[in-house]
């Protein structure tokens, strides 16, 4: 089973609209993420928590905001999707890996079209 | 302000050859430079990473090479091969805190 998941894995939705993507993860990790890929933009920092009640913007957080349910548990939505949303988002989480070297662990990404 | 910078965007090598790719940050309280490597459909995912107090980090055919005094530093793929075909990202973190990424290097080895 995979480490980290995310929910939907594509949608597709109209502008004012507003969705929500879900990221799961079973690393026991404290600390998730959120970012958005563009092509030629490499990853760009939405949101991250390093626990449950710790919550920062990244360096693109206006038009969207996170929920940390659990420590397992970080939703992000976009409370009225516009066309320039539409990019193919990641979670992460961070820790020690097996190999012991610290790293990010990359769920399988949502792709999100807004029309 | 783009945090790391990374070249080329894509980079097109024939089987057995190497693959070179560069970055170059800013902010000298970075302390930890890994390499995370992306096929279609999936997350990145890491492939190697470097401290500052190292020139060199090498795990099989791909080597981190680093100069702390240019605050630059490179992926070098040796013999490579078709499978090697994905994009590649470098990126820069202070503490393991945040990770800024850069744009991304989409490698195609001919076979």
């Known amino acids: 089973d995979a480490d980290v998941t995310q929910t939907p894995r594509n949608r597709i939705t109209k502008t004012g609209k507003r969705i929500m993507l879900e990221c799961s993860q079973t690393k026991g990790h404290d600390r998730m993420y959120w970012y958005r890929q563009d092509p030629g933009l490499g990853l760009r920092l939405i949101y991250y928590s390093f626990d449950v009640k710790d919550i920062n913007k990244g360096e693109i957080s206006d038009g969207y905001s996170v929920s940390r349910q659990a420590q397992a548990k970080f939703s992000l939505s976009l409370e009225s999707a516009i066309p320039n949303q539409t990019a193919l988002y990641f979670c992460a989480t961070s820790g020690p890996g097996t190999s012991g070297r610290y790293e990010q662990f990359f769920g399988p990404g949502t792709r999100l079209t807004v029309l | 302000q783009q945090q790391v910078k990374q070249s080329p965007q894509s980079l097109i090598v024939q089987k057995g050859g190497i693959s070179i790719i560069n970055c170059a940050y800013e902010n000298t309280a970075f302390d930890y430079f890994p390499w995370y490597q992306q096929f279609p459909g999936k997350g990145p995912a890491l492939l190697i990473a470097i401290r500052p107090d190292v020139s060199e980090k090498k795990e099989g055919r791909f080597t981190i090479s680093f100069n702390k005094s240019a605050k630059q530093f490179s992926l070098h793929i040796m013999d490579s091969q078709p499978g090697d075909s994905a994009t590649y990202f470098c990126?820069?973190?202070?503490?393991?805190?945040?990770?800024?990424f850069g744009s991304g290097t989409k490698l195609n080895v001919k076979p």
């Open positions: 990126a820069a973190s202070m503490h393991f805190n945040k990770f800024y």
